[in-house]
């Protein structure tokens, strides 16, 4: 029986281990979005349908909010809609990640294959996300 719990204790450690390593991999991945760079939404990122299959914290705040983020200063809309080649662009708006954070939010790199300018919004309200957009 003993050699049955320490068998047991040691593969708990290593699940334990295992756990946290990838936890850690995740977390150095997520490079923020500084204030002044240009976000690009697709649609009618204004409206309350464009957000209505997005998932929410326990608090209603958006996460995982898909948008494009400027690599550059002085890149235009449609030179970083370009950018993403997995699929046609149709109408989108443009914000600005200073927007975001002064209303307490994270924008977030997260490259895709095919879309490099890939970012995340998360942390606004549904109000505070369509009244950013122009």
């Given at each position: ?6 068998h ?19 977390s150095?991945?997520?490079?923020e ?102």
């Amino acid at each position: 029986m003993q050699r049955f719990i320490e068998h047991h204790k040691c593969l708990s450690v290593a699940a334990l281990f295992v756990a946290l390593a990838a936890g850690g991999v995740s977390s150095a991945q997520a490079v923020e979005v500084g204030k002044g760079v240009m976000l690009v939404r697709g649609g009618a990122a204004n409206t309350d349908a464009n957000y209505a299959k997005e998932d929410q914290d326990i608090n209603g705040r958006l996460q995982g909010v898909s948008v494009l983020c400027a690599s550059a200063g002085n890149q235009t809309a449609a030179a970083l809609v370009a950018t993403d080649t997995t699929r046609v662009w149709g109408p989108y708006m443009t914000g600005n990640s200073t927007t975001v954070i002064n209303y307490g939010g994270h924008v977030v790199k997260d490259p895709l294959p095919g879309n490099p300018n890939h970012c995340l919004i998360n942390g606004l309200s549904l109000g505070q996300i369509k009244g950013m957009w122009r």
